[in-house]
């Protein structure tokens, strides 16, 4: 009994003694103490080490290489989109006319402007803004104290040339007569003296007259002769500078009696008269008004039609001319034809304006300062690719596309180039067939994706 306890106390101690985790009981060298075994203690290893974790991540971030270059070159990034919200159209082989949008205003057909040739102040008023005139008709009164002093003036210097001219006139008609009276005197000395010298030439041959009586009658006679013939020559003289001075008097009067009409005129102006017959529209005029010359009264629209006036961006002027083509969008219903009568060359704000007709009469529910929408044609028309317009060319600029798959599940993105464009389509010039479907709604939410993939 006392060997059997002290084995079992034995025991007992070596199982406390024996390192954690070892099972005494079924070790052969449990009962030995001696080799040193009993002292060894057997360490775990660790599950998730540093270069596990290394090489599991290295794993994962090759497999999702592996998948992007799987996926780019399977078609690019790809996104879901909704089917019901994007637009599907067709791509088509038609005729094809480019067209640009415009809006004008309905205006007369002629109309005349009211500018004051005379500055003044209004003191009548005939007529009020919307009436019917007839041409000629007096429309208002201006009064003018300075034209009218200067009237007065310019009477007063016509008078007094008038009568210097008539004075001079006087002068010359006394000195002609005088000048006329003296050469008829002249005359009737001479003939005389050569009377009395041809009597006396036989009588002095003979010697029956004294030599100094001879040649007194003689002298006396050629004296006279000589100084009638430098009076007539005097009196050309005088008559040519005479009728220069007279037709310069004459000349300055004209001159006074045109100055004196056109103050007349000036003054006829200050009755504004309408130039032609119409309707009177944006008269601008109050009762006690000062207004200076070329001030714009109004104008009158004269009543033989309307047309069109409208502003086209610049970047059509090259394109745009006389005799061009368009179509009105429904006016009470009805399309209306209407033909480009003239465009202006000048710019302004970036737009030029164009003044349209319309073809075989104007409708008869148009009226003056009606907007009026229409299409312009810019080309004739021709066969063309064409592609519906679409939110799609603000994203794209025209210069790619998504194209559905004939399948239907997805959308592809195609580089393709447009050109014209009307209303309706754009004119593809490259990159797309006939009979495709494309996506023309907005790609404002597709971001980059290379390929949408429809969810049905």
């Known amino acids: 009994m006392t060997d059997a306890n002290s084995t079992e106390t034995r025991s007992s101690i070596d199982t406390l003694m024996s390192p954690r985790g070892s099972n005494t009981s079924t070790s052969p060298s449990a009962s030995g103490r001696g080799g040193g075994e009993g002292m060894d203690r ?4 660790k599950t998730w080490t540093a270069q596990r974790i290394s090489m599991i991540g290295a794993a994962i971030v090759f497999l999702l290489l592996v998948a992007w270059g799987i996926n780019s070159t399977s078609g690019g990034r790809k996104l879901n989109v909704d089917l019901e919200r994007v637009t599907i159209s067709d791509v088509a082989f038609t005729a094809f006319q480019e067209n640009i949008p415009a809006t004008g205003n309905v205006e007369p057909r002629t109309s005349v402007f009211l500018d004051a040739v005379e500055g003044g102040r209004i003191e009548e008023i005939f007529v009020l803004e919307g009436e019917t005139v007839e041409k000629d008709q007096p429309l208002l009164r201006l009064s003018n104290n300075s034209l009218q002093l200067s009237l007065l003036q310019t009477e007063t210097q016509r008078i007094e040339q008038h009568n210097r001219l008539e004075d001079s006139r006087f002068r010359v008609d006394q000195q002609n007569l005088n000048m006329r009276q003296q050469i008829t ?22 010697k029956m007259v004294s030599v100094a009586e001879y040649e007194r009658t003689s002298d006396e006679y050629e004296y006279t002769l000589n100084r009638r013939n430098l009076t007539r020559a005097s009196y050309r003289s005088d008559s040519l500078r005479q009728r220069i001075q007279i037709d310069q008097m004459e000349d300055a009067v004209g001159r006074m009696e045109a100055n004196f009409e056109i103050i007349n005129e000036r003054l006829a102006n200050l009755t504004l008269k309408a130039p032609v017959a119409g309707q ?17 009264f109004g104008q009158i629209d004269v009543l033989d039609g309307v047309k ?3 502003g086209i961006d610049e970047f059509h002027i090259s394109k745009v001319k006389r005799g061009q ?3 009105t969008t429904g006016i009470a219903g009805t399309e209306y034809e209407m033909v480009v009568r003239r465009v202006y060359p000048e710019v302004a704000q970036s737009r030029f304006e164009i003044d349209l007709d319309f073809v075989g009469g104007d409708p008869t529910s148009i009226r003056r300062g009606q907007t009026v929408r229409f299409r312009l044609e810019m080309s004739d028309p021709s066969d063309a690719t064409v592609v519906p317009l679409g939110g799609f060319f603000q994203a794209t600029g025209g210069n790619w596309i998504y194209v559905v798959d004939p399948s239907g599940d997805f959308a592809s993105k195609r580089t393709i180039k447009l050109g014209r464009k009307n209303l309706e389509v754009y004119e593809v010039l490259e990159g797309l067939s006939a009979g495709e479907r494309v996506v023309t709604s907005s790609y404002d939410t597709f971001g980059d994706a290379d390929r949408l993939v429809f969810k049905k």
């Open 185 to 206: 005197d002249m005359d009737y000395n001479i003939r005389r003296l050569k009377r009395d010298v041809d009597r006396l030439k036989p009588l002095y041959d003979q």
């Open 308 to 310: 069109v006036r409208a």
């Open 280 to 296: 009177l529209s944006q008269f601008n005029a109050e009762l006690g008004e000062l207004k200076n010359s070329g001030f714009r």
């Open 325 to 327: 083509r368009a179509v």
């Open 42 to 45: 057997k360490i775990q290893k």
